[in-house]
């Protein structure tokens, strides 16, 4: 079964600074996708990024990127000029390429903290 | 409104109740997952539905049980709440296919306390 690793449960940054979250992956996979969500205090869980595994270049977003090592099963999350409202819980999900398995499979989770 | 919605928001239960939640999209996805959130343990899958007709268990499906009344819903029930059953519940949608990358669409989640 694939398993998704965050190892930092808990990260703060000063605002305007750059911070980057870890997410390794465990697959015998060559096909599949990587998301990152955000969770606020709301609890809506929100879409911040995606990245297919086909891909070479790493997914941007904004002030959101990715850093996609594939053969190291790495897939970490900056966040550039962080601000208040990046506060949050941010989970690493993987899922497998193939159709009919859109499940997707979740780390544990990192909570952010903005320091003003 | 939401594409996704969940009700109850907020539930509040004893131990041995019968529970349901609820959970609405106007997506058009065919497929909708129910994940429990626990601190320190992330999302982990409940039951899924890729059709109408079609259910699976998940990794934690034990003590729930689900229905799927229409393509737009998917409820969640607990026979018998137990303290442990404590969490946010979220519903997801998803879509599939060729192109599709199948990220999940969540609803605003159901915080439930089992007492």
């Known amino acids: 079964a694939q398993t998704v690793t965050q190892s930092q449960p808990e990260m703060s940054v000063q605002e305007a600074e750059t911070v980057t979250l870890s997410c390794t992956y465990d697959?015998?996979?060559?096909?599949?996708?990587l998301f990152w969500y955000k969770q606020p205090p709301s609890r809506q869980m929100i879409l911040v990024i995606r990245?297919?595994?086909?891909?070479?270049q790493n997914a941007t977003e904004n002030r959101f990127s990715v850093n996609f090592q594939k053969a190291a099963k790495s897939f970490s999350l900056k966040i550039s000029d962080s601000q208040l409202g990046d506060a949050a819980m941010y989970f690493c999900?993987?899922?497998?390429?193939?159709?009919?398995?859109?499940?997707?499979?979740f780390g544990t989770g990192t909570r952010l903290t903005i320091i003003p | 409104d939401a594409d996704v919605t969940q009700t109850p928001r907020n539930r509040i239960t004893k131990t041995g109740k019968r529970i349901m939640l609820e959970c609405s999209q106007t997506?058009?996805?065919?497929?909708m997952y129910w994940y429990r959130q626990d601190p320190g343990l992330g999302l982990r899958l409940i039951y899924y539905?890729?059709?109408?007709?079609?259910?699976n268990k998940g990794e934690i499906s034990d003590g729930y049980s689900v229905s799927r009344q229409a393509q737009a819903k998917f409820s969640l029930s607990l026979e018998s709440a137990i303290p442990n059953q404590t969490a946010l519940y979220f519903c997801?949608?998803?879509?599939?296919?060729?192109?599709?990358?199948?990220?999940?669409?969540f609803g605003e989640g159901s915080r439930l306390t089992v007492l």
């Open positions: 997801a949608t998803s879509d599939y296919g060729p192109g599709a990358a199948g990220e999940l669409f």
């Open positions: 697959t015998s996979e060559s096909d599949y996708y």
């Open positions: 990245q297919e595994a086909y891909k070479q």
């Open positions: 999900a993987y899922r497998r390429g193939n159709f009919g398995n859109e499940k997707l499979t």
């Open positions: 997506k058009g996805h065919d497929r």
């Open positions: 539905s890729f059709d109408v007709k079609d259910i």
